[in-house]
């Protein structure tokens, strides 16, 4: 059998669909030590098997043997670099490399900015997840369903209810299509901003559309209640929970009490 980069590539695209990332490496070192060349797809699958195992230190020396190897980067390169960091929480990685593709010939797209977003989002540097929310307002990609979760979910955590039901309006207008978790972001979004008009228009949206109501939204949807001194909302939402069996939890029974008894 006569090894070629054909049959490499095939052999560590194979690792990184086994999630083998260790063989796959073995296959990169034997490459290095004959005459056969890399090539971009040939780090790439390397890059990837690292990221789906979290190997974020070993995916971001592949990035640097890259460039000293004067192997071109593509954006499958960054995506896989920037996701590996966001899986490892390492959002100043992250964040790092997509500054690289932003200010360098390499195209962002939406994985590389999306991967940034839910980096910083769970570390809880809401505001720098922001600001990439921004970037990618004004990108020219295409917006998908992962980059509006990733969105409206910061925006909550960082208390802009304002901007979570922008995003949340830009998927309609770019026909991206909602789910249960989506509008349970949205309705979290505008309880932690105190907005109990639309956390219960979107909680009204989502009985219209057939969505199926989930724990987390209505426990969202009742504090926002309790905040606004809505019981008879509050306990409308409560019978919803116990009519799709739903498993409340205390903090929405402690909720539903309090509102109700000062409501009178």
Known sequence: LEFNVITFNAAISACEKGGRWET??????????????TSTITFNSALSACQKCSEWKKALELFSLMATKRVEAATATFNAAISACGNAGKWEGALLLVGVMLQGKVEADIISLSAAISACEEVGAWEIALGLTEVMAHATVE???AFFKAAIGVCGKGREWRRALCFFGEMAKKQVESCTVTYGMAVSACE????????????????????????????SAISACEKDQHWEHALHIFALMAESRLESNTITLSAVISVRESGG
Do not use: P, W
């Not at 796959?24 to 030590?33: G, I, S």
């Not at 639309?198 to 219209?208: G, Y």
């Open 192 to 219: 932690k901003g105190s907005e109990v008009r639309n956390a219960l228009l979107l909680v009204d949206i989502m009985l219209q559309s057939k969505f199926v109501l989930d724990t987390t939204t209505c426990c």
């Open 143 to 145: 917006s998908d369903a």
């Open 24 to 37: 796959a490496l073995q296959y990169l070192k034997a490459m290095a030590q004959t005459s056969i060349g």
